[in-house]
């Protein structure tokens, strides 16, 4: 059986995850992100959650195939719920939207601990994502970015230090991605064209409350160099 392959999205999530440390994979699908993590021996063991029977089944027929068994547990859950406090040390949450992924941390206090990695793939709003970290007083340690030639994705890693953060306007929208690469600066490009859209709309309806929108914008706009 060969092992199991990421996609460029996938594989940026699966960077994030510390070496050595119990992974659990929420809202897990196929499994291949967990199965991925703990055959190439970066996780030595591994949860994969999942809210629905039918993508939990996937994930297991994947454990089975690849030989994981005895290293992967498989639980069925609303996000966090049925997830044993101490049984994990990553805690990857990807494609989900940012609301959903918010909500799912909200409900479990116990990922409050600085023991434990959250690395989170939103699809949609990421900025909901973001600004939920800064109130409950995570602080965004690290984020990549990837793209599968159509879409563009952030992938973020955020842990609790007890301690909240002042940031700019614009964090929201950018955390901690830099114009390193080209798909951090199309990544970058397309939030400013949006937030720019945005802008455009509410000035021609004379909303006259533009004023902080305006400040992300020029924000986004000196971090590109534009
Ligand atoms: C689009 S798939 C993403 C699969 C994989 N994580 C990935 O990034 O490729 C979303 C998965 O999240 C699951 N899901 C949705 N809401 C959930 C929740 N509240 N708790 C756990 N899983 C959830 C869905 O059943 C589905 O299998």
């Not at 602080?139 to 159509?150: L, Q, V």
């Not at 798909?183 to 004023?211: C, V």
């Amino acid at each position: 059986m060969s092992k199991i392959r990421l996609d460029d999205r996938l594989s940026a999530v699966a960077g994030l995850v510390r070496t050595g440390k119990r992974v659990a994979d929420i809202g897990t699908d196929h499994g291949y992100l967990v199965v991925y993590l703990v055959e190439n021996g970066k996780c030595p063991s591994g949860i994969a959650a999942d809210l629905r029977k039918g993508p939990l089944e996937n994930a297991r027929q994947t454990v089975i195939q690849q030989g994981l068994s005895e290293k992967i547990e498989l639980i069925l859950s609303d996000g966090l719920e049925k997830i044993p406090e101490d049984a994990c040390d990553d805690i990857v949450i990807a494609g989900m939207g940012g609301n959903l992924i918010a909500e799912i941390l909200e409900k479990a206090p116990w990922v409050k601990d600085e023991r434990i990695h959250i690395i989170a793939q939103p699809m949609t709003h990421a900025e909901v994502l973001r600004q939920w970290f800064i109130d409950n007083s995570f602080e965004i340690s690290c984020e990549k970015t990837a793209t599968d030639g159509r879409r563009y994705y952030c992938i973020i890693s955020a842990e609790y230090t007890g301690v909240k953060e002042e940031h700019n306007a614009s964090y929201i929208y950018t955390g901690e991605i830099k114009p390193e690469s080209d798909t951090d600066i199309k990544y970058l490009q397309k939030i400013l064209t949006a937030l720019t859209k945005k802008y455009d709309a509410l000035m021609s309806a004379n909303k006259e409350d533009n004023d902080n929108i305006r400040i992300i914008i020029d924000e986004i706009r000196t971090l590109l160099g534009a």
